[in-house]
Antibody, heavy 114, light 106 residues
C-alpha cells in the first residue's frame, strides 16, 4: 500500500524557517517525481514545488522561489521542503504528492504568526 | 504561467441531479488536465486524468471531457458521497489549479 506521511509543520514567527518531511513507502520512490502543494485555511490548492526522481531537476512557484528548497533522499525514501524566511501568507496545510496526483499525504500544518 | 478558471464557484444540487462544472485554461493545454475531489480535512483525491480518463476505482457517474482550453466534469447522478469541492488542474506546464467548485446539498 502506498503511504505518504508528512511531518515538520508547526507554529513559527515571520522570518523563521521549518523543514518539512514526507516519508514514502509502498512504491519505488526513486522512480517518481514528487510535488508539494499547499492549501490556505478555507481556500484552494496552490502548487508549491516539484522535484524529479533523481533530484536533479527542481521547479518552484513564483510565490516561494528563493525562499523554499525542495530536495529528496532516495536512500531513505524521503522528500523534503526547506521553508525559509516564512511569511504570514505561507500559513497553510502542506501536502506531498506523487506527480501523477494519484497519491497524497495527509498534510502538515504550517502557521506563521508573531 | 497558465491560469485555470472554474465555474461556478459553488452550486446547490439534490441527490440524483446531473451536475456539470467547467474549467477554462488561459492557453492551450491539449488534454493535460486532471480533476480532483476534496472533502473537509482530507487530501485531494484524483478522479480523472488526461481530461477524460477515469482513475481506477472512481465511480462511472463521473466523466470528463474537453481539450485545448475548455473542459468539463460531469456527475451524471449526484450521490450523497459526492458533496465536496472539486478542482481542475493543468499539468502541461508544471501545475496550476482552478479555484475550486463547492457542491452543496440543496
Amino acid at each position: 500500500e502506498v503511504q505518504l506521511l508528512e511531518s515538520g509543520g508547526g507554529l513559527v514567527r515571520p522570518g523563521g524557517a521549518l523543514r518539512l518531511s514526507c516519508a514514502a513507502s509502498g512504491f519505488p520512490f526513486p522512480n517518481y517525481a514528487m510535488s508539494w502543494v499547499r492549501q490556505t485555511p478555507g481556500k484552494g490548492l496552490e502548487w508549491v514545488s516539484t522535484i524529479s526522481g533523481n533530484g536533479r531537476s527542481t521547479y518552484y512557484a513564483d510565490s516561494v522561489k528563493g525562499r523554499f528548497t525542495i530536495s529528496r533522499d532516495n536512500s531513505n525514501n524521503t522528500l523534503f521542503l526547506q521553508t525559509d524566511n516564512l511569511r504570514a501568507e505561507d500559513t497553510a496545510t502542506y501536502y506531498c504528492s506523487t506527480v501523477s496526483g494519484t497519491n497524497w499525504g495527509q498534510g502538515t500544518l504550517v502557521a506563521v504568526s508573531s | 504561467d497558465i491560469q485555470m478558471t472554474q465555474s461556478p464557484s459553488s452550486l446547490s444540487a439534490s441527490v440524483g441531479d446531473r451536475v456539470t462544472i467547467t474549467c477554462r485554461a488561459s492557453q492551450n493545454i491539449l488534454n493535460w488536465l486532471a480533476w480532483f475531489q476534496q472533502k473537509p480535512g482530507k487530501a485531494p483525491k484524483l478522479l480523472i486524468f488526461k481530461a477524460s480518463t477515469l482513475e481506477s476505482g472512481v465511480p462511472s457517474r463521473f466523466s470528463g471531457s474537453g481539450s485545448g482550453t475548455e473542459f468539463t466534469l460531469t456527475i451524471s447522478s449526484l450521490q450523497p458521497d459526492d458533496f465536496a469541492t472539486y478542482y481542475c488542474q493543468q499539468y502541461k506546464d508544471l501545475w496550476a489549479f482552478g479555484q475550486g467548485t463547492k457542491v452543496e446539498i440543496k
